[in-house]
């Protein structure tokens, strides 16, 4: 498959940004999706074809599945479930709602659009659904919980779609970034302010010598390794042309590194190693 229709979400940014953008200059007929009809005027006026669609908001799935049918003539080649964020903070400080609320966006929802795409592909005998994971759905980080139960979940069902699906046409495919330069931090600031009360938790002093200092004070310096958003979208490209695309593409060092700490060491000695902060 050289080229053909794709559907992105979480295009205001980064890399569905990126990835909508480099597609489009291929000949790709791409529908970029954002939660926000605001961004979704301006990636229209940049000459993308976007849509709202929010994972929290059921019918704005469907709505845009519709409008994407519609204009594709009822195919679709490829599903890239991209749009997540994070709610940086101790588990035990994670009330109930928010956890709700992130699993809503980085799970549910992309279960829901991919549970409506799949007899699409069926009827027409081929198609690939990428899910973008993350290093955290590899291996878990101390502050970094919420966001790493939804990666985790999204393994699970990944792993368990591409088996069901075999012999179907669908490939399924995961793609698993380490550090991206894109907005995830400063959305995580904002989660953050709004869910974690970390003034009155245990680990008050904790949060003041560690997490603070990273979401705050570190600004937007650059991390150890990070690489641009278009490092996902070379591995995109492969995952949606190739004849026999992989299950998993690792994008940047430290996620290679991760595979291999999971695979390779004991339990407490890689605990040991990634409760470094």
Request: with cysteine.
């Amino acid at each position: 498959m050289r080229t053909g229709s794709i559907l992105i979400t979480g295009c205001s940014s980064g890399i569905g940004y990126d990835a909508a953008h480099k597609l489009h200059q291929l000949g790709w007929q791409v529908f970029a999706s954002c939660r926000s009809e605001v961004d979704c005027v301006r990636l229209r006026d940049e000459g993308l074809n976007s849509m709202r669609l929010d994972y929290t908001d059921e019918a704005s799935i469907t709505d845009a599945l519709n409008t994407v049918l519609a204009q594709s003539g009822g195919t679709l080649d490829v599903l890239f479930n991209n749009g997540a964020y994070a709610i940086p903070g101790a588990i035990e400080d994670v009330p109930r709602d928010a956890m709700r609320a992130i699993f809503e966006a980085n799970v549910f929802g992309w279960q829901d659009l991919t549970n409506q795409v799949i007899p699409v592909m069926r009827a027409q005998g081929h198609g690939r659904i990428v899910n973008c994971s993350s290093v955290l759905g590899l291996i878990a980080m101390k502050w970094r919980g919420a966001y790493v139960a939804t990666k985790y979940a999204t393994e699970g069902l990944t792993d368990t779609l591409r088996m069901e699906l075999k012999d179907s046409g669908i490939d399924v495919v995961l793609i698993e970034p380490g550090p991206i330069k894109t907005a995830f931090r400063a959305n995580a600031r904002a989660q953050f302010e709004r869910w974690i009360n970390w003034e009155n938790s245990q680990l008050v002093d904790l949060y003041k010598s560690r997490l603070l200092k990273r979401l705050y004070e570190a600004g937007e310096t650059k991390d150890a390794f990070e690489l641009p958003p278009s490092a996902v979208t070379k591995k995109l490209i492969h995952a949606i042309t190739a004849r026999r695309p992989k299950p998993r593409y690792f994008v940047t060092t430290p996620t290679y590194i991760a595979n291999l700490i999971r695979r390779v060491l004991p339990t407490r000695l890689s605990d040991m190693i990634l409760s470094w902060d």
